[in-house]
């Protein structure tokens, strides 16, 4: 028996549902993991095979999705979330309801994989993106233990993630809600440990905690934080810190990611949450002050009735479909894989340093003029009055 591993996601449903134990994870040397028989267990009953989801068509059943931009009315919640909040008020809805919510979240070595969380202090663990992806481990068994239970879940991941545990499951269940996000691709574990060791090293002191999406100067011009104990944090913009540079180049993301087929309209979670990227400051009919704005596409009446629960304690702007498309361009197509993304890894393996690395793949060039009054106007262009912006566009449509 062997599985095709070309297009695996490693979400772990193989190994998850395996009824003999005869599927693990191994990682590759890029640091991905994809599952291995074991032919010692493996009695060939072809069911690791049949419920791979990579290979089934996309698409649920009728339904007009709706898509909001929106964010918590609560500000210190908003900036400790990655968008606009919106993961935490839906794990707060389930389990005030008495439910389970499972999400990513780091270990003690800055491993990132599913945890369940059944108390609102836990929540936290989950919040914020991790850029690095994220092991599925027994956490698709325990929800199925708790959805057997009747108990209510909510199971937020990559489509991939989501995709997989419908697969794993095999069945509907009325109490399970799932999220799934608009994903870039999931970059490689062991890329980011890489990194996370040189920081160690330089800085000499151990790592208290890492966020990717720190929003200084503010949500979408974002900055790596890396706190130690005993010493300053490191702070480096999304534009110079190597790791963010390399994430956003598509240099060392998943295989399957460049050609991922949930890149599309056709979700899988009954919610999908992401950035409102085409949500910018001069909207100021609803005051973007750059705390962060959550995108969120309804696919489903699930979806619908736990975004109705929890709308009250939102800010909420109707959108459409195409506006969502037009600032998140991974609602239409996959990334592409970076050139370098081959050579990069050949260097990375050889050893090459993180300083070295980021000289030929990702150098920094400082901004010109233009690019620093686009970020200032990105800023602070809520502050300009609506009258002057209508003035502005005003000219604008006059010259086109
Ligand atoms: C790898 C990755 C790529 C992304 N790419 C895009 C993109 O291209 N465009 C876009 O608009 N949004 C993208 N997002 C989503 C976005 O960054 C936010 O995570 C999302 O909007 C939720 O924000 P929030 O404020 O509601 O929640 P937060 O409180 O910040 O919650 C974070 C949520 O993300 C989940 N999560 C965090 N890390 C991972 C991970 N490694 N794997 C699976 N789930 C994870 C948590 O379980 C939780 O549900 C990406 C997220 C990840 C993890």
């Known amino acids: 028996m062997k599985l095709k591993n070309e297009r695996c996601t490693g979400c772990e449903a193989c190994v998850s549902r395996c009824p003999f134990g005869a599927v693990e994870m191994e990682a590759d040397e890029k640091g991905f993991f994809y599952p291995k028989i074991l032919e010692e267990k493996c009695t060939e009953c072809g069911l690791c095979e049949r419920i791979c989801p990579i290979e089934k068509p996309l698409g649920r059943g009728k339904f007009t999705q709706e898509v909001y931009s929106c964010w918590v009315r609560d500000s210190k919640l908003r900036l400790e979330s990655t968008s606009g909040g919106m993961f935490t008020a839906l794990a707060e809805y389930v389990l005030k309801e008495g439910g389970a919510v499972f999400g990513a979240a780091f270990d003690e070595g800055f491993c990132v994989e599913h945890i369940c969380m059944e108390n609102r202090k836990e929540l936290k663990k989950a919040r914020g993106a991790k850029y690095v992806q994220s092991r599925t481990k027994d956490a698709f068994q325990k929800a199925e233990e708790l959805l057997k239970q009747g108990r209510k879940v909510l199971?937020?991941?990559?489509?991939?993630?989501?995709?997989?545990?419908?697969?794993?499951l095999g069945k509907e269940y009325d109490e399970l809600l799932t999220v799934d996000l608009i994903c870039h691709g999931v970059p490689s574990p062991v890329v980011f440990q890489s990194y996370l060791k040189e920081i160690r090293e330089k800085y000499k002191a151990e790592?208290?905690?890492?966020?990717?999406?720190?929003?200084?100067?503010s949500w979408s011009l974002y900055s790596m934080k890396i706190d130690f104990q005993g010493r300053k944090p490191y702070i480096c913009s999304k534009?110079?810190?190597?790791?963010?540079?390399?994430?956003?180049?598509?240099?060392?993301?998943?295989?399957?990611?460049?050609?991922?087929?949930?890149?599309?309209?056709?979700r899988v979670g009954d919610l999908t949450i992401a950035d409102s990227w085409r949500y910018r400051a001069y909207e100021r009919e609803s005051r973007n002050d750059q705390k962060g704005v959550s995108l969120v596409i309804v696919n489903s009446p699930k979806g619908k009735q736990a975004f109705g629960k929890i709308r009250n304690g939102l800010f909420v702007k109707k959108q459409s479909i195409e506006y969502a498309v037009d600032g998140n361009p991974g609602l239409k197509a996959p990334w592409p894989k970076h050139p370098s993304s081959e050579a990069f890894y050949r260097d990375f393996l050889a050893g090459k340093s993180w300083s070295e690395l980021g000289r030929t793949y990702f150098p920094y060039h400082p901004p010109g003029v233009k690019e620093r009054c686009l970020r200032f106007a990105e800023n602070y262009g809520h502050m300009v009055p609506l009258p002057v912006i209508r003035f502005l566009k005003g000219i604008q449509n006059r010259k086109v």
Do not use: H, M, W
């Open 155 to 168: 199971y937020t991941g990559t489509p991939c993630q989501i995709d997989g545990l419908y697969a794993y």
């Open 207 to 217: 790592i208290t905690s890492v966020r990717f999406r720190y929003k200084k100067p």
């Open 239 to 266: 534009f110079k810190d190597p790791y963010l540079r390399g994430v956003g180049k598509n240099l060392f993301q998943r295989e399957v990611c460049f050609s991922c087929k949930y890149a599309s309209t056709k």
